[in-house]
């Protein structure tokens, strides 16, 4: 027997871990003391928290970039089966523990090891993503709950992130100020991608009304 569970509880449980780990986030930029407002002022203090604010904005955008791809197919759920539950849980796992790779890696800024750790945290975040978003396609592209261009569109934009984040362990050889700034292609590639789908569904609907 399949277990069944249901969607409004599941994506209310998912919304409700990621709102408290993006909330965390900014929890772990340390508040400055009076001593060291008076040793090294006030823009001295704000200067040394420049790495904080950092993960805080890289962190803060990539979650809710999770967060939105989670929105976006949640109304493909019908419902939850065992398999998919599990992987909603894994997912929500490594969501919760961004606050602390994300601290780890501000508070060590020019360690290798600590924005490793970060990265991977990203990775099996996408990672989980990925497989819940094809978990869902096999089920619903069988119902004809979603086209094929859209399917093909969840999974691209759910590859590009983990992809981005495991190359930027390699070229952190290479260049260590280039792997730390690997994540903007993120948001471009996925720009990118968005305008190549938006095109072929518009092409595919013209198509389709022409048929018609």
Request: aromatic share 16%.
């Amino acid at each position: 027997m399949i277990n069944r569970y249901p969607t409004d509880r599941v994506n209310s449980f998912s919304d409700a871990i990621f709102s408290i780990a993006l909330t965390l986030l900014v929890l772990e930029v340390r508040v400055p003391s009076s001593e060291d407002l008076e040793t090294y002022g006030t823009l001295g203090v704000l200067r040394r928290l420049i790495p904080s604010f950092i993960g805080l904005l890289i962190s803060f955008f990539v979650t809710a970039a999770y967060w939105r791809s989670h929105l976006a197919f949640a109304q493909y759920i019908k419902e939850y089966d065992s398999r998919l539950l599990r992987l909603t849980v894994w997912l929500l796992l490594f969501v919760v523990l961004l606050p602390f790779s994300t601290a780890f890696y501000t508070k060590n800024f020019s360690k290798d090891g600590p924005y490793i750790f970060y990265c991977l945290n990203l990775v099996f975040i996408g990672f989980f993503n990925y497989l819940i978003i094809r978990r869902i396609i096999r089920t619903d592209k069988q119902r004809e709950l979603m086209s094929a261009n859209l399917a093909q569109w969840f999974v691209f934009r759910s590859l590009v992130a983990p992809v981005v984040w495991l190359l930027a362990i390699p070229v952190l050889l290479i260049d260590p100020f280039l792997s730390r700034m690997t994540f903007i292609l993120i948001f471009i590639v996925i720009a990118l991608g968005d305008r190549k789908f938006k095109r072929r569904s518009q092409t595919a609907e013209v198509a389709e009304n022409k048929d018609h």
